[in-house]
């Protein structure tokens, strides 16, 4: 297993007739979209309609290409023909954005909507959709003035973002005589050799000088940006534009951060018994943060890892077992570190496909294990939207990570079924360093981007000023539980989610993912496999109505601040049996 994903499904290679063919193509239904909707002699019904029709093609053809594009481009960083091509691409879908904006003008205007809606079979799948733009329609920018920023957002939000990619993919670390990418010393965190942990955190640290200057420059103008759209599409700010794109209401943000800010006392005394467990005595040094603890620590081949995640999740469903095997059968999944390639990890969805890619930085700990399934989640998820509308598909990022914690949870709660005490040890440690970052170093990121966002109105941060406000941003949510002279004062650099142009605040997410998640598994445990069609039908239900709702539909209130705390009690109770543990090993 070579262990790269294979895009030949997508096109053979940048030379391919159907790629330029595609590409030719793609302009071509960008303006018989405007043509559409300047055709005076169709009625609003036929418009619509045609409309759905149009829009449905563009989006197939941008999927297959910009994926092909932004995934060749994810490993392999120096591909300057993906490059150019993604530049040409950005261009061409500027047009599409400014077409778009027509249509949700247009859809805006219309009067009788809903009684439109109702008479037609092909606009009925789509009614949620297509109400939203009415909503749209109130946040869209001046039509004289759209196309001007696009255009500008393409050398400035955008190309930071680039910027930021580039720098991170090329990045190398020199640890202990040796010039290796940065995803693979950051894997080290998670080494059995204490001493490999230290040293591996100390040349990651000491690497960032090198591009400390342009990492900071990327982010303060991402943020500008961000604040200048906030203000041309009508809202009071960014975190105000951030929740109506997520479908998320102000209560149900407040609710959560509410009982993220209560629970922050056990995620510290979970820090401090592993901190004690290591032999530190001022609480857990970043470097230690992700170690494995217990003689049960053991690493995983990529074969034993999809054995794994087919059986247990196979125990919840069936059929993932069989899609966990698919997906490395018709290698959907780029899986190890290698330079030129980007850090962490994602999955990537191509819908007219039915196919999902998956990115990793696999080096073999039970976390890499954990990631694989999380982001097979996602997949699963791309699977349980597959045949509907591209309208319908657009899962807001609250509910983006509800399969992936979903896998994380099923896989850690059958695991420990058969462990024993000092597997138990290991594994709830593997599960509470996530469970720690999706809430603890979430709310950490989520106070830091709001000081750097509220300061950009005033000036440009400093890289020390950044450093400054990523520590007070750790101490604030990490307290006592990490040591104070030994944390991340570059977290804002290695993190990319803070450098996406157009999708800010992409922390809290992975919170509501985090405990959203846990309360459906919750709900499993309830139910058994009797719930197995009603999550598959949560899941196909995303994109088609706001946050609230699709929680209500499985009975969750999550503008209840009690929602939040009974998932929080389920990694309260892990903290629990982890600390006595640490009293019998």
């Not at 023909?81 to 003008?105: E, Q, W």
């Not at 819908?351 to 890619?357: E, P, T, V």
């Not at 005033?458 to 950044?466: F, G, I, Q, R």
Request: aromatic share 10%; net charge negative; glycine share 4%.
């Amino acid at each position: 297993m070579n262990g790269k994903w294979d895009l030949s499904f997508l096109y053979q290679s940048f030379e391919d007739e159907a790629f330029l063919a595609d590409l030719a193509k793609l302009p071509e239904v960008i303006r018989a979209q405007q043509a559409i909707l300047d055709d005076a002699s169709l009625t609003h019904l036929a418009r619509l309609e045609k409309l759905a029709d149009s829009t449905e093609e563009l989006n197939a053809l941008a999927d297959r290409i910009g994926s092909f594009i932004f995934l060749t481009i994810a490993v392999d960083a120096t591909n300057t023909t993906a490059d150019m091509y993604g530049d040409k691409f950005s261009l061409i879908m500027n047009d599409a954005s400014l077409v778009n904006s027509n249509i949700i003008r247009y859809v805006g205007s219309v009067d009788n909507l809903d009684e439109l809606i109702a008479s037609s079979a092909k606009l009925q799948p789509i009614a949620f959709a297509l109400k939203e733009m009415v909503e749209s329609c109130k946040h869209t920018i001046a039509p004289e003035l759209e196309p001007w920023m696009l255009q500008m957002q393409l050398s400035g939000g955008s190309a930071f973002s680039q910027l930021r990619d580039k720098l991170d993919s090329t990045h190398t670390v020199d640890y202990r005589g040796q010039s290796l990418p940065l995803p693979a010393v950051r894997g080290m965190a998670y080494d059995a050799d204490a001493s490999v942990r230290k040293d591996a955190y100390e040349a990651e640290i000491a690497s960032y000088k090198k591009m400390e200057l342009p990492m900071s420059y990327c982010l303060n103008s991402i943020k500008m940006e961000a604040r200048t759209l906030a203000k041309a599409r009508n809202y009071d700010s960014v975190l105000d534009m951030t929740l109506d794109s997520s479908r998320l209401d102000r209560a149900t943000l407040d609710a959560m951060l509410t009982a993220m800010k209560e629970y922050l006392p056990h995620f510290r005394r979970y820090l401090k018994a592993k901190a004690k467990l290591l032999g530190h005595k001022n609480g857990l040094p970043f470097y230690d943060l992700f170690a494995p603890v217990g003689n049960a620590s053991r690493t995983y081949t990529i074969e034993e890892c999809r054995e794994k995640l087919m059986a247990e999740l196979g125990k919840f469903n069936p059929d993932m077992a069989v899609f966990v095997d698919n997906a490395f059968q018709q290698k959907w999944i780029d899986i190890y570190p290698r330079e030129g390639k980007t850090g962490g990890a994602f999955c990537s969805g191509v819908h007219y496909a039915d196919r999902s890619l998956v990115m990793t930085n696999f080096q073999g700990s039970f976390s890499d294990v954990s990631t694989v399934a999380h982001e097979l989640g996602h997949a699963w998820h791309n699977r349980c939207l597959a045949g509907l509308p591209y309208a319908m598909i657009d899962t807001p990022m609250p509910l983006a990570e509800t399969a992936s914690i979903f896998n994380e949870t099923i896989l850690a709660h059958e695991v420990l079924k058969t462990a024993t005490a000092e597997e138990q040890l290991t594994l709830l440690d593997a599960t509470l360093i996530e469970s720690t970052q999706t809430i603890v170093d979430i709310l950490s990121r989520y106070l830091f981007e709001t000081e750097v966002i509220d300061t950009r109105a005033d000036h440009a941060m400093t890289v020390d000023e950044l450093k400054d406000a990523m520590l007070r941003a750790q101490d604030a949510t990490y307290g006592d539980g990490l040591d104070p002279e030994i944390r991340h004062p570059y977290m804002w650099a290695c993190k990319s989610h803070y450098y996406s142009s157009g999708l800010n605040f992409y922390n809290f997410p992975y919170a509501f993912g985090e405990l959203f998640g846990k309360g459906v598994f919750a709900q499993y445990l309830q139910k058994g496999t009797a719930f197995v069609p009603a999550y598959n039908q949560l899941l196909r239900s995303c994109g088609s109505a706001p946050v609230a709702d699709v929680a209500a539909s499985v009975g969750i209130d999550v503008r209840n601040p009690d929602f939040w705390r009974s998932s929080l009690d389920i990694i309260k109770d892990e903290i629990d049996k982890f600390c006595a543990l640490c009293g019998e090993v």
